[in-house]
């Protein structure tokens, strides 16, 4: 009850801000960013569209990675008629394709620009079963399983950037607090609704790749800890916001449920605050492997704090990504 009350009266914890903070407020003590490139999947709306908005007013480099080029393009184009000296790239990314993921990290790479900031925030509610073209059920492929891929081919990038730079790189996860309601093993769940659309919820399937975006960030905080790498990473629930992740829910239900609910609603600059704190606020220096609610470091499930658990999600990840044909995953046998 005590913590509802500090939630809805926007009480600050220990970081001095707390749910009613906005992105532009917890980026003031971040000083000027234009010596970074960030690199924010999801971009062309809601939190996503705040966070590159906020990042380009401090003066960062941005690469917009987007599905709908016209949507990436007019993001861009909101952003320069606010900040018309911002320096955006725009390039395709199809998260649920891992050859898009690659095709998109060659693109990148093609350009030879430094990177210091990778902001996972791509998210997907499939309402309707459907199966990625690697064979992946979507909503795991796209909140997840492309990110995990897309981490580990921009790492040595990010690493080298902050060796020859000296600034610290970060990655930022963005989960949700919705990774609590799964339960279960989530591998094999995961090969269930693979095979069988009929074991397929859409909301257990959205926990599923949100609990996979926490445990993704304990696994990579610690092999990044045994590389002595000058690179963080952390997890984020951005809070409860309308945005168009809910829009294949339009409709009478979802809509009295927002109503209901729009106490609890953050506003976008809200809801994009602790993203934008976690990737800039100078306090974070070496922090890494947190989960962060309302811009203050927060606990994550049982399950998402199980070290044993991240370490099998990573290995079954590495075979789901690989390109050897020998390296075929069958997760209602695996034995990680």
Known sequence: MLETVKYLIGSAGASGHGSKSTAEQVTESGGDLSSITAIITGATSGIGAETALVLAKRGARLVLPARSLKAAEEAKARIVSECPEAEIFVMSLDLSSLTSVRNFVSEFESLDLPLSL?????????????????????????????????????????????KKTGFQGRIVNVSSSIHGWFSGDLIRYLGVITRDKSHYDATRAYALSKLANVLHTKELAWRLKQMEANVTVNCVHPGIVRTRLTREREGFVTDLVFFLASKLLKTIPQAAATTCYVATHPRLLNVSGKYFADCNE?????????????ARLWSASEIMVSRDPKAVFNPLNALF
């Open 118 to 162: 990778l902001i996972n925030n791509a998210g997907k509610f499939t309402h309707e079963h459907a199966i990625s073209e690697d064979g992946v059920e979507m909503t795991f492929a796209t909140n997840y399983l492309g990110h995990f891929l897309l981490t580990n081919l921009l790492l040595n990038r990010l690493i080298a950037t902050a």
């Open 298 to 310: 927060a606990t994550t499930s049982k399950l998402g704090s199980n070290s044993m658990e991240a």
